[in-house]
């Protein structure tokens, strides 16, 4: 299973887009790209997920180069709402049924006013 | 609109106890799963259930073990809770991914329960 490098922590403003990008060198043909978001108390929750090029839907996009060897997450004009922490992650579809997902340790967004 | 519960909220036993944390779901999935989450270290997977009385290990399965009885419910025991099994719990779970279907099925998750050991 492919590990993913984020960073940490990122700070923005309110009305800002943010990226996040992640990196996962090792990703394997069949490995889709997810990334969830994770509120405190809270479990984390899918935002979006992605194969190859882009990808939108009503809360981000999801760019992935050709190698896919990373990705970046797009949040147009943030909110405070959106502080939160944004994992990445790789997982495998196909063999089994199991799907099993690493969360790595995640980044952490503060959107400030 | 999908639904994973789970027992408490917060939860505080001793050194030694026994200990059954509970997730139930409401959509019909065949994978379960359950994950700690400590501070600097992210989700860990602890066990998961991709049918009824089906079970495998997670990446830090030991001083755990699970039981799957109903297709809706997965249970997380602690045989002799210890102090370094104070955490968060997060229970989740997912439909079934087919062979050879491209797609990657989102795992909706529980609350979490905070589980002290003293």
């Known amino acids: 299973l492919a590990k993913t490098t984020q960073p940490i922590s990122m700070d923005s403003y309110e009305g800002q887009e943010v990226n996040i990008t992640c990196s996962h060198n090792?990703?394997?043909?069949?490995?889709?790209i997810t990334w969830y978001q994770q509120f405190p108390s809270q479990g984390p929750r899918f935002i979006i997920q992605?194969?190859?090029t882009k990808v939108t839907n009503e809360v981000a996009s999801l760019f992935i180069p050709a190698d896919r060897k990373s990705s970046t997450l797009s949040l147009p004009r943030v909110s405070l709402s959106d502080t939160a922490v944004y994992y990445c992650?790789?997982?495998?579809?196909?063999?089994?049924?199991?799907?099993?997902?690493?969360f790595g340790q995640g980044t952490t967004l503060q959107v400030k006013p | 609109d999908v639904k994973v519960t789970q027992s408490s909220r917060y939860l505080v036993k001793r050194t030694g106890e026994k200990v059954f944390l509970e997730c139930v779901q409401d959509?019909?999935?065949?994978?379960m799963f359950w994950y700690r989450q400590d501070p600097g270290l992210g989700l860990r997977l602890i066990y998961f259930?991709?049918?009824?009385?089906?079970?495998e290990k997670g990446d830090i399965p030991e001083g755990y073990s699970v039981s799957r009885e109903k297709k809706e419910r997965f249970s997380l025991i602690l045989e002799s809770a210890s102090t370094n099994q104070t955490s968060m719990y997060l229970c989740?779970?997912?439909?079934?991914?087919?062979?050879?279907?491209?797609?990657?099925?989102?795992?909706?998750f529980g609350p979490g329960t905070r589980l002290t050991v003293t």
């Open positions: 989740a779970s997912s439909p079934m991914w087919l062979a050879g279907e491209r797609r990657f099925y989102e795992q909706y």
């Open positions: 090792n990703i394997a043909t069949n490995d889709y």
């Open positions: 992605g194969y190859k």
């Open positions: 992650l790789v997982g495998e579809y196909g063999s089994s049924n199991t799907g099993k997902l690493i």
């Open positions: 959509m019909d999935h065949e994978n």
């Open positions: 259930s991709y049918d009824v009385k089906m079970k």
